[in-house]
């Protein structure tokens, strides 16, 4: 049976630990008096406090942090953490006691980590605190708490700034990934379906990502990089008009040509034999007549 605890609002002792990898040992909540402080050193366990409203501090690990209404913060196994209420604005929190494998990686999927210790969801703050009422309302239940502790999670990690910054990452990777492709594959027949195929990803989506970070489409990129390759391979005046048209991906020296001297004003025999100091500059000028078409 749950037991309880004096000296706060409610808490119970739960030890539900049925389920394999989140395990839920007690919870509660507090409306704190002005400079109320508590100092924990947990073991084998982690807290998470919800603050409904007010405000307070936490202390760890050798750093204050300043935390307010609809943020959560940790306190890690095995790390002496201080937390205090605000003397002026206290604050009213509930906390659970949690633990299993799978309970850091969760909360780490969300932002909340030792070295980053409070949460504030982008969204959907006043869903996380009714769930975790929910499970105040229904401590006696334990498939219930648990299940509505991983659509807790499941919020947080969806409505996480550190979700949102990965998923920066993440586009900027598939962006890197699209131009070493094309670097690798630029002699050959690409095609966009291709290149949004090895990365798994929807051709309209990978087109608009790409756009967004490089300012240019993909097919832009690709004429780009290969008028480049083929300015280079002109300046040093070994391979004819046609071979560098087929090492740069075209089987049409016509098309080719045409290509060339619609992004460079000039035609490929003109070029052969440049200095290539002068084509780098031929290629900026190359740069700017595509934004200004754009424009």
């Given at each position: 049976m749950p037991q309880e605890l004096q000296g706060c609002d409610f808490?119970?002792?739960?030890?539900?630990?049925?389920?394999?990898?989140f395990y839920l040992y007690e919870l509660g909540t507090n409306k704190c008096?002005?400079?109320?402080?508590?100092?924990?050193?947990?073991?084998?366990?982690?807290i998470i406090h919800?603050?409904?409203?007010?405000?307070?501090?936490?202390?760890?690990n050798g750093k204050q942090y300043d935390v307010g209404p609809h943020q959560i913060f940790l306190i890690p196994s095995d790390v002496r953490t201080f937390y205090q209420a605000d003397a002026e604005d206290p604050w009213e929190y509930i906390w659970f006691h949690i633990g299993g494998p799978k309970i850091p990686l969760?909360?780490?999927?969300?932002?909340?980590?030792?070295?980053?210790?409070?949460?504030?969801?982008?969204?959907?703050?006043?869903?996380?605190?009714?769930?975790?009422?929910?499970?105040?309302?229904?401590?006696?239940?334990?498939?219930?708490?648990?299940?509505?502790?991983?659509?807790?999670?499941?919020?947080?990690?969806?409505?996480?700034?550190?979700?949102?910054e990965d998923d920066y990452e993440n586009s900027l990777l598939y962006v890197k990934n699209v131009i070493s492709y094309i670097q690798l594959k630029y002699s050959e027949h690409v095609k966009i379906e291709n290149i949004a195929l090895s990365l798994g990803l929807n051709r309209s989506y990978l087109t608009r990502l790409f756009k967004e970070a490089t300012g240019y489409s993909l097919q832009e990129y690709l004429l780009t990089y290969r008028m480049?390759?083929?300015?280079?391979?002109?300046?040093?005046?070994?391979?004819?008009?046609?071979?560098?048209?087929?090492?740069v991906g075209y089987t049409d020296t016509?098309?080719?040509?045409?290509?060339?001297?619609?992004?460079?004003?000039?035609?490929?025999?003109?070029?052969?034999?440049?200095?290539?100091?002068?084509?780098?500059?031929?290629?900026?000028v190359a740069r700017a007549n595509i934004k200004a078409s754009k424009s």
């Amino acid at each position: 049976m749950p037991q309880e605890l004096q000296g706060c609002d409610f808490c119970k002792f739960v030890n539900y630990e049925d389920s394999d990898d989140f395990y839920l040992y007690e919870l509660g909540t507090n409306k704190c008096e002005p400079l109320y402080s508590y100092e924990h050193l947990v073991k084998n366990r982690i807290i998470i406090h919800f603050v409904l409203n007010g405000k307070g501090i936490l202390r760890l690990n050798g750093k204050q942090y300043d935390v307010g209404p609809h943020q959560i913060f940790l306190i890690p196994s095995d790390v002496r953490t201080f937390y205090q209420a605000d003397a002026e604005d206290p604050w009213e929190y509930i906390w659970f006691h949690i633990g299993g494998p799978k309970i850091p990686l969760i909360l780490k999927e969300a932002g909340l980590t030792p070295s980053h210790p409070v949460y504030t969801p982008v969204a959907c703050a006043d869903k996380i605190e009714s769930l975790a009422r929910d499970i105040l309302d229904n401590y006696t239940r334990q498939y219930y708490c648990v299940g509505t502790l991983y659509q807790i999670c499941d919020y947080m990690i969806e409505n996480s700034k550190a979700k949102q910054e990965d998923d920066y990452e993440n586009s900027l990777l598939y962006v890197k990934n699209v131009i070493s492709y094309i670097q690798l594959k630029y002699s050959e027949h690409v095609k966009i379906e291709n290149i949004a195929l090895s990365l798994g990803l929807n051709r309209s989506y990978l087109t608009r990502l790409f756009k967004e970070a490089t300012g240019y489409s993909l097919q832009e990129y690709l004429l780009t990089y290969r008028m480049k390759m083929a300015l280079k391979l002109l300046s040093e005046d070994k391979l004819s008009v046609s071979e560098v048209a087929e090492a740069v991906g075209y089987t049409d020296t016509f098309t080719f040509s045409k290509a060339f001297k619609r992004h460079f004003k000039q035609s490929p025999s003109a070029c052969k034999g440049i200095d290539y100091s002068i084509a780098t500059g031929m290629l900026g000028v190359a740069r700017a007549n595509i934004k200004a078409s754009k424009s």
